[in-house]
């Protein structure tokens, strides 16, 4: 037995009830979730990430349907990625923004980007109608190791991505952005600059949540190749 498998024998986890689907209709979903006592400290968060498991709010969890397999865990090997020509034009087209790092967001400006973006790109969602309780529990929660980044356009608050720095890489834990600024594809541009980000830092993945294949919304993930995928508790490159 591995140190993983072993710390998931030693913690408790709780399932829930099923529910409706977020992401396919007509389908049930059951959602394993770890002990909410125990503090998400980097260890623990590197170590489940391993095992497909996600960071929301302050809760761990993974996929666990009785009848559906379709979410996928998903990370990018940042050493062997290399950026198409699409990819070329995003970053080229975003080398006017900044980044600044901050401790937290629980700003106005934060907030109304985060109700727009919501509002505007996930309307047909169980996350809208955005709300203040929502934001202060699903984005401003984070871990002793959460790094809030916020991207600039001159002094125009444009992004910001939540993202948990793990023992072995990045994890892109959740990005709003100005739905206005569709031209700019800025999702695609922090898994860029993420990416650039954990090369800097010696950092091998970049995880970018769960892939559905039939899902537009999750589509752009498989845009970033190879990219690993975590199937039958392995991880496997798809190129």
Known sequence: ???KTELISSIRLFRTSPHACSYKADEIAVTVFVDPELEIDQDLNSKLSELGYRRSGAHLYRPDCDNCNACVSCRLPVQSFQQQRRHKKIWKKNQDLYVKEAAVVDDKNSF???????NTRHSDGDMYPA??????????????????LKFFLEDRLVAVSVTDQLSQGLSAVYTFFDPDLNSRSLGNYVILWQVEEA???????????YWIKDCQK??????????????????????
């Open 112 to 118: 109304e980007l985060y109700e727009k973006y919501i």
């Open 218 to 239: 999750m589509a752009y993930k498989s845009s970033f190749r190879p990219l690993e995928l975590f199937i039958d508790r392995n991880w496997l490159l798809l190129r």
């Open 131 to 148: 709300t203040i309780e929502q934001f202060e529990a699903f984005i401003c929660s984070g871990t002793s190791t959460t790094r809030f």
């Open 1 to 3: 037995m591995n140190s």
């Open 199 to 209: 090369r800097r830092l010696l950092l091998p993945y970049v995880y970018l949540g």
